[in-house]
């Protein structure tokens, strides 16, 4: 089996400059240096700190002081800054002999890891990017035009996107250490430690590939929809970095543990998903994708139009990951991921003899020894293996366009990269998955719980929209009215546990008008005849 590999894109470095005035929550704003320069008489006006949470209808912020904005940046951002350094210090022989880097490399970058984590506590202002990339380029013509360039009085998904994009101009500026995942040992981990709810499901998406009628199918595309909904809980950025496991059990080769099992997991789950269209989504896909296979079979020549009635080129191949070009928010993927978690499962070994949990009233440790069961590769390696030929088939295909790890929020993707919009306007549906995608499909902003979906999403919606996200950061949509009361009531800091699930979905589209961008090949939008994907990002 030859092993997958979609390509990982160039990188490339240059000096580090400095700059920075800064901000402390505790200083008085009007004996800043810029008070002063300003003269006696202009007092700066800077957003004050606020003993509040979020409210309503504003953009998530760090200067509202019960925020979770305020939290990440206060305390999050320095642990999992912290890792790195303590990862960087311990493992350092490792790193350098992966990465054929130098002592000299592990020092620059550790210092420049720590300077990072100061900035970001002592709120200060951003430092330009320094790698001469067209890339680092948009990313300083984006910071110079923020009106408050500070960790905490900018909107915080624009300071969490800097941080990562900071990390990894660290690396850029280094000679050996380039293409250094700081977060590699993390997902690694948190790989190896998952294989056995893996192979639990491994088994279960196998079964779904026999032959079945259209229901069956139905119902195992809202299965697979609310298993992706709960791994989303496997976040490493929220756990700063500790291992998270589903069922939060500790995995240990002895068979006293109870089985760590995903497809149950979804039912007891049930009561936690706040939102679920599942049935609408499955209705929606099937549709299309029955509607895509008549087409198939009858020959059609599938044809992307502009609405000047001209070719728009080939359509696209069926299902499309998109992926990060770097590394991001600690568990996110990139290529080098997606080619790594591929080969594994075909690779993998697991076998445990794992206890059932106890039946009925017969409590443990009665006569009767608890049943057991073997959680083994078998079904892993078969999926691996499948998913390796759609990679070589083309039917798997992996994208990561830069627009993912930017900062901006996904309304303003038309003005910023009207292409990419162009592209996922021929998805059969784009489903975003997790916390970050779900921020930036809201626009970062604390809307009122209780609208719709569709008018939250602010007009982004180049196809049709399915968000899977486990709640983690203080915004939300679609909740029934009272909901968000009765939960913050319960905890006030609900949303920020990832205990609760959201499967949302916007079934309109909207393709680019010509006053949005003119298409640059043909001056036109472009309307696709038959849509053929999914859009996984
Ligand atoms: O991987 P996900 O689900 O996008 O999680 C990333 C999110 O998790 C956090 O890192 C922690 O809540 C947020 O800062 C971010 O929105």
Known sequence: MSKVSVKSPPTSKSSLEKSATSLNENDDPSTTPDFIYGGPFIK????????????????????????????????????????????????????KSANNASDEDIRNLI?????LKNDVATNKKYDLLTVDTPEAKKWNEWILSVDSPYYFTNTWVFSECYVYRRLREGCELTKGLANFDPFEDQKIKSFTGSLEPMCVVAEKVISMMDPSDKDKRKADFITLLKLCLWSNKCDLSLSMGEQVTL???????????????PIQMIVDYKDKVLVDDSNKISDQVFTKAENIAKAIEANTTFKAKCSCQRLAGAPPPPVRFHVKKIPWFVSDVTPKDFNFVINQCCAATFNKVVKLPAEGDRAEGESEAPPTRTVADEALKTLGSRWAKYVDSGAFVVMCDDFW???????????????????????????????????????????????????????????????????????????????????????????????????????KAEALKVSDKPCEQYGDTCKDDACLDLDIV
């Open 44 to 95: 700066v006006q800077r957003p004050e700190f606020m003993d509040i949470t979020t409210p309503i209808n504003v953009q998530l912020q760090g200067t509202y002081k019960r925020s979770f904005a305020y939290h990440s940046l206060k305390e999050r951002f320095p642990v999992i800054l912290t890792k790195i350094i303590d990862y960087l210090s311990r493992e350092g022989g490792k790193v």
């Open 111 to 115: 210092e420049y890891v720590v300077k």
């Open 247 to 261: 069922g939060n059990k500790d995995i240990d080769a002895s068979p006293s543990q109870t089985l760590i099992d």
């Open 405 to 507: 790890t930017s900062p901006h929020v996904y309304k303003d993707m038309k003005k910023y990269e009207p292409n990419l919009y162009r592209k996922l306007q021929f998805a059969a549906a784009i489903l975003f998955k997790g916390d970050l995608n779900y921020r930036k499909l809201l626009g970062e902003r604390n809307c009122n719980p209780c609208i719709g979906f569709e008018p939250a999403l602010q007009g982004f919606i180049p196809a049709p929209i399915i968000a899977v996200r486990t709640v983690k950061a203080d915004l939300i949509c679609g909740l029934p009215k009272g909901k968000w009361e009765q939960l913050t009531r319960i905890d006030d800091r609900w949303m920020e546990t990832g205990n609760y699930g959201v499967i949302q979905f916007c079934a």
